[in-house]
């Protein structure tokens, strides 16, 4: 959204004096994988995001964190939408002078607990997310533009289950055919558009009715301040690996 928590302020104070539309340009939410996703997406108890890319010159200078991670961060926020109640994370600078790679555990006022991992130090391209709820589980590919819902059989009883017996029927017919005895496997229908175009669509629309923005300035602000904590907390595990290193090497 902007370079620091309080530009970010200033930009919302300014759009609201002058009357004008804000919307920040967090394009995941209109990839048409996770808004294919969105409709079978209840009461989730645990998400896991991955993001990973190969290494950019161009942005070099800004951390993981909010160059790739912050996507994430507003997804998860989006589907979650409960209050942050504990934030856990650690990184590490491997090529340039910013974290290059990040972890973080987000906790959640409802219990729910979102695992958020960057990194743009590989080879190839992933960007996943697997959301599990409390009778199902969701995952989505953004590369492959895929998904898959999988559900829980009507009636499904897990205290009926003799798994010493599907234990040994697994060897001899494989896990997949015993697996849809107590499953439904859905491949998701994700429509086949540019998330850059929905984006700007989105804003046109809200410009020209005054709607809400899909996108607003505060939950803009709430991904950065998630993420500028995230930083913190990397930052601090750092000092403390290093104060922890030998004052000399071989020492």
């Not at 928590?5 to 994988?33: C, M, W, Y």
């Not at 109640?85 to 607990?113: K, M």
């Not at 984006?199 to 803009?220: I, N, W, Y």
């Amino acid at each position: 959204m902007t370079s620091s928590l309080d530009e970010a302020r200033q930009l919302i104070d300014l759009a609201q004096k002058s009357e004008v539309t804000l919307q920040v340009g967090h394009i995941e939410r209109f990839n048409p994988v996770i808004l294919a996703a969105e409709p079978y997406i209840q009461n989730p108890v645990f998400l896991e995001c991955d993001r990973i890319h190969p290494f950019s010159f161009r942005s070099a200078e800004t951390s993981v964190v909010l160059d790739l991670m912050i996507h994430d961060i507003d997804n998860v926020l989006n589907i979650i939408k409960q209050p942050v109640e504990h934030l856990d994370a650690v990184g590490a600078q491997v090529l340039s002078q910013t974290e290059d790679l990040s972890y973080a555990r987000i906790t959640f006022a409802n219990g729910c607990t979102a695992v958020v991992k960057s990194s743009r130090v590989a080879i190839q391209k992933s960007r996943k997310m697997r959301i599990f709820c409390t009778d199902a589980y969701i995952s989505l590919d953004f590369v492959a533009k895929t998904g898959m819902r999988l559900s829980l059989k009507e009636g499904f009883d897990r205290d009926t289950i003799d798994f010493q017996k599907m234990a040994s029927l697994e060897e001899a017919q494989g896990a997949y055919p015993l697996f849809t005895q107590y499953f439904d496997i859905e491949q998701l229908n994700v429509a086949n558009e540019e998330p850059l175009r929905a984006e700007l669509e989105a804003f046109l629309l809200a410009v020209r009715t005054g709607r809400k923005p899909e996108v607003t300035g505060e939950q803009g602000y709430q991904a950065m301040d998630i993420a500028v904590r995230i930083q913190e907390l990397i930052q601090k595990n750092q000092d403390l690996v290093k104060a922890r290193w030998p004052i000399e090497r071989g020492q």
